[in-house]
């Protein structure tokens, strides 16, 4: 068995438009990286952080609390060290707090021989989502982990459910870098909201979901539609009614808030159009005072892996 | 081409506990006859009526005014007498008027060789079971057209997606002869639902039509839940919650309100599962003053069609 691994945890996108607090997918393009040790020493230690500014103490990193949510339950005769490789600023909106907590515990698992399935890897990377988002919400984490799309059925009992990912559908990304408080994207969600706005909402979730199922890229672009979130939270995104507008009129299947944002994602069919997207994402912003970063990925269906 | 046909036009469940306003499926062993006849002379003409009291005047009755709206929109060089052979009771909340509104397009369609493709029969359909229901809803007047589970993705544009029915999958209905108003059942439901409820309900709209496409009987089960439109409707329905309780504890896989009531359903997989449900539902009943009749029924995934 391996003492040391090198690791690649993905981006990924929640809400997904239509799917607030269920739907997620994940991003080949963009991820954090880290190498795991085994060590004699019991124990979880982070060795090293670069790309971002982060605690060192296990117990105040993301990264270290999913770590030590498994070490503590399996209680292996060993201990690990973990370099963190962040690539995946924080406060993003592409799942940087799901990648830091995926990767360790899939690491760990890895190198102990896998004593644990991807769903009970899940129970442990909430542990480290939580402290990132005061909440344990799965919908970056289950595609981190899992790949593809996923569906976040329940949390309590955990339920994922994986859909099938048409072969040729790509997300393109632009992440505007600016600051959007957690609590601030939260605080502009209305508690309540109108029946027959949720019905439309419900009706595209189920219609989102077959077009998956069926490969039917027309009925993704009508799927792809947000009539809850969207209207609250692009108002703290800067020209997000204009990207949208030129992504869809580069070809985009829709376009939308990535989680709670800055990001930005749309969805394409084939590589050439997310590359006319992205050009089109970038000829917005360009013209701002505000820097930005573009992702072009095809959907990554493998989650989390081993690099070496 | 035939100058007469006999037609079947089943009962539909609209709703399907998540799937308020959007969900519906199909039954098989019961529904209207209808036998339609061509005509030379032109216009659109009821001429018996039998197992329920409805107008004769074709601008009044469900079944008339979609035949009409077909009618007139085609114009064709003959006429049509409709013989109505009515078995679902208006009221019951089992698509009573659905399956009248689709009947006569259908049988019209066929007796003049297949002009309109099912989805413009449903849009015919529609004006029929707007005088019905007060408005355009095609929850139940889909299923009734395609068979099987449908989903109404929109109604303007009109879009339909018919979705994949596990072969196993059985539904019993009881309906306790009751009036409840449709103005009641409406008035009812809040105009606002709390956005925690909402996402949980599309989490089940979406879980829900996974399982159908993965023929998944247990995710089906923990799909069939309705945060939102049961707690206020089934009030309406005496006995309602003992019902639910004693098919659940009798191996259903789920149970609500079909339609706006006064219909229960339950979906089972099985037959033998569907009978001893349709016992456990008419223990509950038939201590009570309040007349009932029960149904078993495969899904059925044909939908209207031709019976002679």
Same mark, same amino acid.
């Given at each position: 068995?391996?003492?040391?691994? $090198? ?42 952080? #670069? ?14 609390? /999913?770590? =030590? ?13 973990? #370099?963190?490789?962040? $690539?995946? $600023?924080?406060? /993003?909106?592409?799942? /940087?707090?799901?990648? %830091? ?9 890895? =190198?102990?021989? @896998?004593?644990?399935? $991807? ?13 990132? %988002? ?13 790949? +593809? ?6 949390? /309590?009992?955990? @339920?994922?459910?994986? *859909? ?8 393109? *990304?632009?992440?505007?870098?600016? #600051? ?25 979730? +189920? ?37 949208? %507008? ?14 709670? +944002? ?20 970038? @000829? ?25």
């Amino acid at each position: 068995m391996k003492n040391s691994i $090198k690791i690649f945890s993905p981006a990924t996108v929640a809400n997904v438009a239509c799917g607030y607090d269920v739907l997620g997918f994940c991003i080949d393009s963009i991820g954090d990286e880290m190498c795991v040790f085994k060590t004699e020493e019991k124990g979880i230690r982070i060795t090293k952080i #670069e790309g971002c500014e982060l605690p060192y103490s296990a117990e105040e990193n993301v990264t270290g609390v /999913s770590a =030590l949510a498994m070490y503590n339950a399996l209680n292996p005769d060993c201990g690990f060290n973990i #370099e963190i490789y962040k $690539k995946i $600023k924080p406060g /993003s909106g592409i799942g /940087s707090s799901a990648a %830091s907590a995926v990767g360790s515990v899939f690491a760990m698992n890895e =190198l102990l021989g @896998q004593p644990y399935s $991807k769903i009970d890897l899940l129970g442990f990377a909430l542990k480290g989502e939580a402290i990132a %988002s005061k909440s344990e919400h799965a919908d970056n984490v289950a595609p981190a982990l899992f790949g +593809g799309f996923t569906l976040v059925k329940s949390i /309590s009992p955990l @339920q994922i459910l994986e *859909i099938p990912t048409p072969t040729d559908l790509y997300v393109t *990304i632009i992440h505007p870098q600016i #600051e959007i408080k957690t609590s601030e994207s939260r605080a502009i969600l209305p508690d309540n909201v109108p029946l027959e706005k949720a019905i439309q909402q419900w009706a595209n979730v +189920g219609s989102l979901i077959h077009a998956l199922h069926t490969s039917d890229y027309d009925l993704i672009k009508e799927s792809l539609t947000d009539h809850i979130i969207e209207p609250y939270r692009s108002q703290l995104i800067p020209h997000f009614n204009e990207v949208k %507008s030129e992504v869809l009129r580069s070809g985009a299947l829709g376009c939308s808030i990535s989680g709670s +944002g800055p990001s930005i994602f749309a969805l394409s069919k084939g590589k050439e159009t997310a590359l006319m997207v992205e050009s089109a994402m970038r @000829q917005v912003y360009i013209n701002t005072k505000i820097d930005f970063q573009t992702y072009v990925s095809k959907i990554n269906t493998e989650g989390v892996k081993i690099i070496k």
